[in-house]
């Protein structure tokens, strides 16, 4: 017989500990049945605790009861495994982490960013894994899951980077449920057989090739081929001058204010340059563009006279001019295949101050991306970071015969 006893949630639930354990149990009647747990805790208040989220659990369960879960799209057919009646779905995992994945990322995380987890789980996740046992979802389901969207020849096949965001979401509704105590570990979820990538080298201007890009847009700028055009071209001429010497990403640009834009004197140069606060990917980050930011940014405003603070610098550039002008040049895509888009002028600012010798952790602080990034896809291509020197240096204390002169002598 239990010695203490204690009640939550009106009566319903009770709290209890036998004369023979240190631990508190809980228990509550439901639907014609007890259900009873430890709460493996020696405290009376952390105890309490523990039963009522269990118990909350259960009453929610008991509520969804055989409730249907049928989902409009299936990406293969995988028979439901029975399950015990206290056993949380993959599917009530999945909206328990989106419930708190858009309260916790309010305001830090792009809506869209948000929405496409969502997508993720209601055309791809919740069609395969919705009706299992969370607890079911093991390495080897998962790598079904990879075959079925790989092989699923009814429809496209999904991109590398596709499929590695999707896991990217399965992995975090994995996460979530086993916070909750719904799964005793985050299954195994690498990729088998998978080949280390191939570098790919993010699509740039070389400085030849920038100049030939500025002083098209120039031309353009000064003579449209429709006059209507004009204002169009003129924006874009000075969005290619203000990226290249910013190095913000596109949607960065897309959300800038005026009030956001400061015309300064360096302390350090004594040159003018724009000191921007930036709103974008990585949430409110900051940034000094070079000298040559500022002149299309006067431009731009001497055009536009007296605007709210609150006006877009740029707004939505035209990609459709991006690409007509690239297409006229013949530097649509760059020497490996790599497509150029507006996101190539912050690749060329990060390469053109490496060129120029700047230090990496100051451009990556200045760009709001890491040292890791500009090494892997930045500085990777750029020949001048190697010191010559520094390789080829021979020590004065020992000689090392050259390649040519081991091979003659051996």
């Known amino acids: 017989m239990p010695a203490e006893r204690h009640t939550l949630l009106d009566g319903r639930v009770h709290v209890y500990r036998r004369e023979n354990s240190r631990f508190w149990q809980c228990a509550i009647y439901l639907s014609g049945r007890n259900h009873r747990a430890s709460t493996h805790q020696d405290r009376l208040d952390a105890a309490l605790t523990v039963a009522r989220e269990w118990a909350l659990d ?21 028979p439901p495994l029975p399950s015990s009646p206290t056993a949380k779905t993959f599917k009530q995992a999945a909206e328990a982490f989106m419930a708190e994945y858009r309260v916790l990322t309010a305001g830090e995380r792009n809506a869209r960013y948000v929405e496409n987890k969502e997508r993720h789980l209601k055309l791809y996740l919740l069609p395969f894994f919705g009706k299992r046992p969370v607890s079911e979802v093991t390495a ?15 429809g496209k096949r999904p991109a590398r980077s596709t499929l590695h965001q999707e896991t990217v979401t399965l992995r975090q509704v994995l996460k979530s449920a086993n916070r909750h105590g719904w799964i005793a570990a985050v299954p195994d979820m690498s990729a088998p057989y998978k080949t280390s990538g191939k570098i790919s080298h993010r699509a740039w201007f070389s400085p030849e090739e920038y100049e030939r890009l500025r002083a098209a847009t120039e031309e353009r700028a000064r003579s449209p081929k429709r006059d209507r055009w004009r204002s169009e071209c003129e924006l874009f001429h000075d969005f290619v001058e203000f990226m290249a010497n910013t190095g913000l990403r596109p949607d960065e640009a897309q959300r800038l204010e005026f009030r956001d834009v400061k015309v300064v ?11 921007i606060d930036v709103r974008g990917k990585r949430g409110v980050g900051f940034c000094k563009s070079t000298p040559d930011a500022v002149a299309p940014f006067e431009r731009l405003l001497k055009r536009r006279g007296v605007c709210k603070p609150t006006a877009p610098v740029f707004g939505k550039i035209q990609r459709q001019l991006m690409n007509a002008v690239l297409d006229e040049l013949g530097l649509k895509e760059d020497r490996d295949g790599n497509p150029r888009t507006a996101y190539s002028l912050r690749h060329t600012y990060i390469c053109l101050r490496l060129l120029e010798g700047a230090d990496i952790y100051q451009v990556a602080k200045n760009c709001r991306t ?8 930045y500085a990777s291509h750029i020949k001048t970071r190697v010191d010559a020197a520094a390789l080829n240096g021979r020590s004065k204390t020992r000689k090392v015969p050259s390649a040519g002169k081991a091979l003659a002598n051996a």
């Open 140 to 154: 080897g389901l998962i790598q079904q899951y990879r075959v079925a969207r790989l092989g699923n020849a009814g």
């Open 58 to 78: 259960r009453i929610a369960e008991d509520r969804l009861g055989s409730r249907s879960l049928g989902l409009n799209r299936a990406v293969a057919t995988v």
């Open 370 to 377: 890491s040292v890791e990034m500009i090494e892997k896809f």
């Open 265 to 275: 004197t360096d302390a350090a140069t004594r040159q003018r340059i724009l000191e």
